[in-house]
């Protein structure tokens, strides 16, 4: 990995096209500006690793994994009753 | 009522206004804008996420404080407006609101939470979000911690 150190207001190429701009330290993040072609995705990684674990959430379970699941989880059912605030209840399907 | 087709509940009815709108959907499913969230006796304290646009496509979830009951979410001016709040970063706000992780299972291990990426719900306004919790710990696959003889039984 390349490390390089950068203040507020210098920036960085990476090849001739794209320009990566320090706009703004803060204690705790860094504000950046980014200058590339319209074509190039840019997004953060949490965003991409979000996107990756949803689609392996959507995929389909056994029932029988639902209902062990379900049994295993059960004693904690009265503890999510309790902190949950009543507006807080999804709808209920009937 | 209309009549839903579920992926795990056949056919349910439901009413219109017992839907949450994902003005954005969710990262991978940006085309599903409406899901119905339906818990059960008999499967509590998991809640479905099911999309209205396809009944195949349905994620399983807890409510965030079922897996770690001290969750603290933190949301962005911008994700307070999607939700249909006054930016007021305070309990008060949060109280309204509902976040639930959604589960991944692996084979041959525990199911995973989602920590880092909670779905939030604003019962009062019925919209939605995945609000990604950027400047957090939370991890992408939170063990739920349930018995070490769990794992046999999968």
Same mark, same amino acid.
């Given at each position: 990995m390349l490390v390089m150190r950068r203040r507020a207001?210098?920036?960085l190429l990476l090849g001739s096209e794209i320009e990566i701009e320090i706009l703004e330290v803060g204690p705790t993040r860094v504000k950046l500006g980014i200058t590339a072609p319209a074509q190039l995705a840019i997004a953060r990684k949490e965003v991409l690793l979000t996107r990756a674990e949803n689609?392996?959430?959507?995929?389909?379970?056994?029932?029988?994994?639902?209902?062990?699941?379900?049994r295993k989880l059960a004693p904690r059912s009265i503890e999510a009753v309790n902190s949950l605030t009543p507006q807080s209840n999804p709808p209920e399907i009937s | 009522m209309p009549t839903l087709t579920t992926r795990y509940f056949d056919q349910l /009815?439901?009413?219109?206004?017992?839907?949450?709108?994902?003005?954005?959907?969710?990262?991978?499913? /940006? /085309?599903?804008?409406?899901?119905?969230?339906?818990?059960q006796p008999h499967t509590n304290p998991l809640v479905f996420m099911q999309s209205l646009h396809d009944?195949?496509?349905?994620?399983i979830g807890?409510?965030?404080?079922?897996?770690?009951?001290?969750?603290?979410?933190?949301?962005?001016p911008?994700?307070?407006?999607a939700l249909g709040l006054?930016?007021?970063?305070g309990p008060q706000t949060q109280s309204k609101l509902l976040s639930l992780v959604l589960l991944t299972f692996a084979e041959n291990t525990e199911p995973v939470a989602n920590l880092m990426s909670p779905i939030v719900l604003n019962p009062q306004t019925r919209r939605g979000i995945q609000a990604i919790q950027l400047g957090s710990s939370y991890?992408?696959?939170h063990p739920l911690a349930l018995e070490s003889q769990a794992v046999a039984c999968s």
């Open positions: 207001g210098e920036s689609l392996t959430a959507s995929q389909n379970q056994n029932p029988e994994v639902i209902a062990w699941l379900s | /009815e439901y009413s219109d206004n017992a839907t949450f709108q994902f003005a954005a959907g969710i990262p991978g499913f /940006e /085309e599903h804008t409406n899901f119905l969230f339906i818990q009944p195949a496509i349905c994620f807890l409510p965030a404080k079922v897996v770690d009951p001290n969750y603290h979410l933190e949301l962005s911008e994700e307070s407006n006054p930016f007021v970063d991890s992408l696959r």
